[in-house]
Structures are given as C-alpha cells and as structure tokens.
C-alpha cells in the first residue's frame, strides 16, 4: 500500500509538472532557486511564466519617469546607434512607452521591442533577443552580433538582471568582449508595484566614468 501510495504521488508530481510544462513557461523560473522564485509577488511570476507560442504576445503599457544620462553615456547611446541603437536617445519623461514580448521561433527565446515616445519627432523603437543559453543561463542579443550574458536574482518583490560580460558572435564563433572595450555594468529591474503596475529600471555605470545612464519608466499589465 505504501508503495502504491508513493507511486500515485510521484504520478501526482509528473502530471503536475506536464501540465506546467504546457500551460507555462518555465525556462526564467529555472534559472533562480525554486525557493526565491515561489518568494516573488505572484504577478512577477505571471509576467515572466507566459506562454507565447502561436503567435501570443504579451503587451504592457505606460511612461518613462525618470532619465538622465553624462555627456559620456550620452554619446555612448549616440554610437550605439550603428548597432540598432539598445540604449534610450533622449531624457524625455511623462512621454507614452510600450513594450512587446513574442517568442523568438528562430532563437529559441524571446523578442522583446521597447518604444519609447518623444516629446517631438518619431518614437524610439529598441529590440533585443533574450536566449536562454551561454553560461549564465540568459543572454540578450542586441545586434550586429554583440550581446551580454545577464545574471538573473530575486530582490524581494522583483527581479534584477546584472551584465556579466559582453561578447561577439558570428556563427559559431563567440568571442567575449574585454572589459577594457565594455560600456560598463547594465542593471535592469523589475519591481512589482501591485495593482498590475511595476517599475522598468535601467542603469548602466562605468567603473571608472560612474553613472552613464539611468531610466525608469512605469508599465501596467495589458
């Protein structure tokens, strides 16, 4: 009987994780100890447990509050520009931002376009490519071949991800950045404010130029 009894349960616990497997994306809650990410606020865990097979997206709306950059991180975000442009042009605030999460068929991950509006002119439009492979687990591919490998922690009520290094890929080739050449440590946060609202931080700081970029900007679920 007992025997019977742990059999159902490990069946209990297969079936569980099939239709968890099915219904939900698992691959960013892999990458944080089971028991920090049961910790995070339930709409964190939602946001980043979507399925987006199909053609689904995940759509989320609001403003940019703050931004503010040096005159180095400013041109820094001027040159970038060659490569597709990943970082925000302007210190616009209380301007419209959206952001779109599809998955990425031909990556294996996902493709997420940030736009941000301006006060004059057209919208900046930023895409990326979040893969889940390299040594830390996640990468973010942002063009002409240059990425970053993020660490990814839990922070209370959100989730932090921290440059670990930059590189170069072309084919298989890969060949990882010096720091020398790097723009600096990127920090991104998610932090949940309830009410289907939560803060998009960016921060990106040179170890010897300090602080060269900073942005926030506050999103609602869609």
Request: net charge positive; charged share 30%; hydrophobic share 40%.
């Amino acid at each position: 009987m007992r025997q019977q009894g742990k059999k159902k349960q490990c069946d209990d616990r297969r079936q569980r994780a099939a239709c968890e497997a099915e219904f939900f994306d698992l691959r960013f809650r892999a990458l944080l100890p089971r028991a920090d990410w049961d910790a995070l606020p339930g709409a964190v865990r939602s946001r980043f447990s979507k399925r987006l097979a199909n053609g689904k997206v995940a759509l989320y709306a609001g403003d940019i509050k703050e931004a503010r950059f040096s005159r180095i991180g400013w041109c820094m975000a001027q040159l970038l520009r060659v490569i597709g442009g990943p970082l925000p042009l302007r210190r616009d605030i209380d301007v419209p931002a959206a952001v779109c999460v599809a998955e990425d068929g031909e990556g294996g991950g996902q493709i997420w376009t940030r736009v941000y509006h301006h006060a004059k002119g057209f919208p900046q439009m930023i895409n990326s490519a979040k893969r889940f492979a390299g040594p830390t687990g996640l990468e973010e591919h942002i063009g002409m071949g240059i990425g970053m490998a993020l660490r990814v922690r839990a922070i209370g009520n959100g989730l932090a991800f921290t440059s670990d290094h930059y590189f170069w890929q072309a084919g298989k080739f890969r060949m990882r950045l010096p720091r020398w050449i790097a723009p600096g440590e990127t920090k991104v946060r998610h932090i949940d404010r309830g009410h289907g609202k939560f803060d998009f931080t960016l921060r990106l700081k040179h170890k010897l130029f300090g602080e060269l970029i900073w942005q926030r900007a506050v999103f609602r679920d869609q």
